[in-house]
């Protein structure tokens, strides 16, 4: 996928707390980016069906949309460019994906479902629908992200996978970290999930070299990286994944970027079952990765 500069934002803006959770990350990297953001409103197409005033009921709907969009403008700070676009079209998703290809876009952003606790994530329909077909980037706001004392980005975190693979999240991470002035913090997790039905010392061993080949996968990811304000690399190891990401501490200034699934096709987001454990656990927003071409 590309690494170039992020210079447009779409955001899936809906008149809702969870829209509102998205123009709020939308705001903060655009704040430390330059991006401009377009929030964008599905309006779903009406089927011409011969039945009277079903034109008129779609305008009214669009005319609705526009009046959503003035609010969810008026949350964009003063010095950040903002466009309003209320979009007819059969899906959400659909419309949303068309619209964020078709202007160039370098981000999707959108809130996650009012079901989760406040502070993580959960996915919707149209969330869930992104994060397994995006041909971009997509950024999810945790629940009640809005509510948080607009705190710049200060870092972003990388879940760095064992070995070299078209699903790395660390190009796109880095492009973005150079462009935002953000610190890297790069993360290997040890866990001891796959490997069932082993005693004590054999845990201890596999362990050992699951560590040792992660270190070795961060020592040589941050021998790449130099021109960002500063960068860490940390194992987070546990018994099980979630015990390795309970190890971690996030920051208010924190975002989160994970590739996509192995299996995933080139140039798409698919959401696989460790960046889905990753993203229930963090309290960051997350950005989900497309894989890579080759």
């Known amino acids: ?130 994060l397994h077909c995006s041909p971009l980037p997509v950024a999810l706001a945790p629940r009640g992200y809005a509510e948080r004392a607009a705190v710049p980005l200060t870092t972003i975190t990388v879940a760095v996978p064992e070995s070299a693979r078209a699903d790395n999240p660390l190009p796109f991470s880095l492009a973005l970290a150079e462009q935002a002035s953000l610190s890297l913090r790069l993360v290997s997790l040890v866990s001891l999930d796959d490997d069932e039905d082993i005693d004590a010392e054999t845990s201890a061993q596999t362990r050992a070299r699951h560590i040792a080949a992660a270190n070795a996968v961060l020592a040589q990811a941050q021998r790449s990286v130099t021109t960002v304000p500063s960068i860490d690399a940390t194992v987070a190891d546990g018994d099980t994944l979630e015990d390795a990401l309970e190890t971690l501490r996030w920051g208010e200034g924190d975002v989160v970027a994970v590739g996509s699934a192995r299996l995933a096709a080139p140039e798409r987001i698919f959401l696989g079952s460790t960046a889905a454990r990753i993203l229930r656990s963090t309290t960051a927003p997350i950005v989900v990765v497309p894989k890579a071409r080759g």
């Open 1 to 130: 996928m590309s690494t170039e500069p992020i210079r447009r934002i779409t955001v899936g803006y809906k008149a809702t707390p969870s829209g509102e959770d998205g123009v709020a990350l939308a705001v903060a990297i655009a704040e430390c980016t330059g991006a401009a953001i377009d929030l964008v409103c599905i309006v779903r197409m009406e089927e011409p069906d011969g039945v009277p005033g079903r034109a008129a009921y779609q305008d009214l709907l669009v005319q609705r949309a526009t009046s959503w969009l003035a609010d969810g403008a008026a949350h964009v700070p003063a010095g950040i460019a903002v466009e309003r676009h209320a979009i007819v079209a059969e899906s959400f998703t659909e419309g949303l994906l068309d619209f964020a290809v078709s202007s160039g876009a370098g981000l999707i952003v959108v809130g996650g479902t009012r079901d989760s606790i406040f502070g993580r994530h959960a996915l919707g329909t149209v969330s869930s629908e992104l």
